[in-house]
């Protein structure tokens, strides 16, 4: 029987993302290097990612054993290379442009290890643009969590055409060793899946307020208190089967889809939003939440916190 | 100090909405009266919404008492008349057609009470059109609740333009009571506000199902432990403004709007599927989903039933 031994970590950036894959695996008990060409931003990181992660511990998301494991491995690198380079897996978590993570990249490369595996958190940019300045395109792909980090369980893996499949294979078995739920594109598209489906919805959120059919706040409800339960219990494909009652879909879809054509038609399509609406858009937002936004957050995170400890127990 | 007297409810309809109303309703102890033209069908309904009622017992969704209660006075109508004839709240859950619902609410006027609410469970017709035949259109009002009713707590209220606010606040109040999370639409706009989302999701869903990007159970579980999870805790309107982290909507709302311009233009925007399509969706479908239909089902319901009660307690 062969011992897992947890991977040694880097963590490329100690913004909001970097902070998020620190907690998330520190709380693992696994060894962390955290390094920013800003030291004081990665010096103050320290404090913060202590706090959220005794946060998980308290919320009965990680347990006291390996969170004390995890901060006593916990480093921050006082530069790239000390960082870096006994590290197996490299995760960058830069600022969102192009021209800054490739050269990031390239740097990292110069100080890495040949076997490390190098995952970019970006929402948007993809492994094959990414790659430009690399001699070895085939160790880095994507893995893009969504935020919080140590809350929301799905990465999006998504590899590029040059990323060799040993590389996605040992980022999914991490990640799923890390408690999330990886998930892995089969191709790159445009905010690769939860991007465009989170942008198809924001658009038809956004339209219906300006419409006059619905306030803010009351949108919200409706989605967390019906669609998002029941995406959550079984995503949308499986709600549409299920609904079915045990019928093939080749019996059920014809119908389902046409119902659906009048409806498709009447969605909103715009891809800009005019000043006076944005403006409209912004007073309905106030509106709605110009309460404290710590105590929305709070309550925002205790619910998320409630779901995803019903989840694992189910 | 006045005590809740809960009100008498006729359901017209025992197909799965019926149904579902009927175990929301018995469950909380209240009297239900259950007609179907169809009289085998309410006969048999007796049995199944008995075993949905006993069922939100065990799941801890209902008490013993409140059932007893509910169930006791649970009684299937011998005709229209019978059942609406006493009924301070009267659910349309008939067949979805316009036509049929107009007769229908036609014949449920001539026989119930003057001060009577009339609500349709419909998800796509509105009141304006469903009160063509009806001599007392104020009294009526659409309740379109989500499948499974006695789980989902939305309920989308749509009035009509002639509908007497005091029937709105009537259904709203009942639908609290019975622990409900009803929503009230300003204005009737196609496929409500659940549908119109519903829409755009399915439809960026099956597109990139059919591009090749993602496996359908693969993109199911990317929203299941993704975006659902996060707007079952707050809607995507607060999403956004909460990952603002305290700037003001007119700080961050123009930068992510511009974000978005690139992708809204790349979305699936087509409004019919063309039947090669649909014979890929299917196969996608069923390679997905081929095993035992009943054992998702319950899957499904066990991880929404988890989720339910954690949204209770927190």
Not at 127 to 147: E, G, I
Request: proline share 4%.
């Amino acid at each position: 029987m062969s011992m897992f031994v947890a991977p040694r970590i880097a963590i490329i950036g100690a913004g909001e993302t970097g902070c998020g894959w620190a907690t998330l695996i520190a709380a693992a008990g696994w060894p962390v290097a955290l390094y920013d060409a800003n030291t004081a931003a990665a010096e103050e990181a320290r404090d913060h990612i202590n706090d959220r992660v005794r946060r998980l511990v308290r919320l009965g998301l990680a347990t006291d054993e390996e969170v004390a494991r995890g901060l006593e491995q916990f480093r921050i690198g006082r530069s790239l290379l000390q960082a870096v380079n006994d590290a197996d897996w490299i995760i960058e978590a830069g600022p969102e442009d192009l021209t800054v993570k490739q050269r990031l990249l390239e740097q990292v490369e110069h100080v890495a290890r040949l076997a490390a595996v190098v995952s970019s958190s970006s929402s948007s940019l993809h492994a094959s643009d990414l790659c430009a300045r690399l001699r070895r395109p085939d160790r880095l792909l994507v893995a893009h969590p969504l935020r919080p980090v140590e809350l929301i369980p799905v990465v999006e893996i998504v590899p590029g055409p040059l990323t060799a499949p040993t590389c996605v294979e040992d980022v999914r078995f991490w990640l799923r060793r890390l408690g999330r739920a990886p998930i892995v594109l089969q191709k790159e598209v445009k905010g690769n899946i939860i991007g465009r489906i989170s942008a198809a919805v924001w658009r038809e959120c956004i339209g219906l307020v300006l419409e006059g059919a619905i306030s803010v706040e009351d949108l919200d409800r409706a989605v967390s208190m019906g669609p998002a339960l029941a995406w959550s219990a079984g995503g949308p494909h499986l709600t549409h089967y299920l609904s079915a009652r045990g019928r093939a879909p080749s019996m059920y879809l014809n119908t389902m889809l046409g119902q659906h054509e009048d409806l498709w038609e009447s969605l909103a399509t715009w891809t800009k939003l005019e000043t006076e609406d944005q403006h409209k858009l912004i007073r309905a937002i106030e509106r709605a939440y110009e309460e404290d936004s710590n105590a929305l957050l709070a309550a925002r995170d205790s619910r998320l916190v409630a779901v995803l400890n019903a989840m694992k127990r189910s």
